[in-house]
């Protein structure tokens, strides 16, 4: 079954750290672009950062200086590495996959990705 899947979500307190996963099962996902998108009740789902195919990254400003997309191929994985997390990170976090994607073309608004996650919640609170 070809799917990607989010983990590492949790509970933690201001300025804490998480590193949210993305694992693609039956395809290769260094072949693709993946964004990372988070959603909080009420709000639209909106981008926070992307790794192009060939490398490329780039972060919205919500996330810019304190998160790190990376990835890593001999675990088929892509990460968002996130630090200093605010209340305001607080939301359902996806991450969606593109084959060849460009940061350039992946953070338009309205995109058409290859795949979806699930999501994984995110809560930042003391």
């Known amino acids: 079954q070809l799917r990607i899947v989010e983990s590492g979500g949790g509970l933690v307190q201001p300025g804490g750290s998480l590193r949210l996963s993305c694992l693609a099962s039956g395809f290769r996902l260094e072949y693709y672009g993946i964004g990372w998108f988070r959603q909080a009740p009420g709000k639209e789902r909106t981008g926070v950062s992307w790794l192009a195919a060939g490398g490329k990254t780039n972060y919205t400003d919500s996330g810019k200086g304190r998160f790190t997309i990376s990835r890593d191929n001999a675990r088929n994985t892509v990460y968002l590495q996130m630090n200093s997390l605010k209340p305001e990170d607080t939301a359902v976090y996806y991450c969606?996959?593109?084959?060849?994607?460009?940061?350039?073309?992946?953070?338009?608004?309205?995109?058409?990705?290859?795949?979806w996650g699930q999501g994984t919640q995110v809560t930042v609170s003391s």
């Open positions: 969606a996959a593109s084959f060849l994607g460009s940061v350039e073309g992946m953070s338009v608004k309205g995109y058409k990705y290859d795949y």
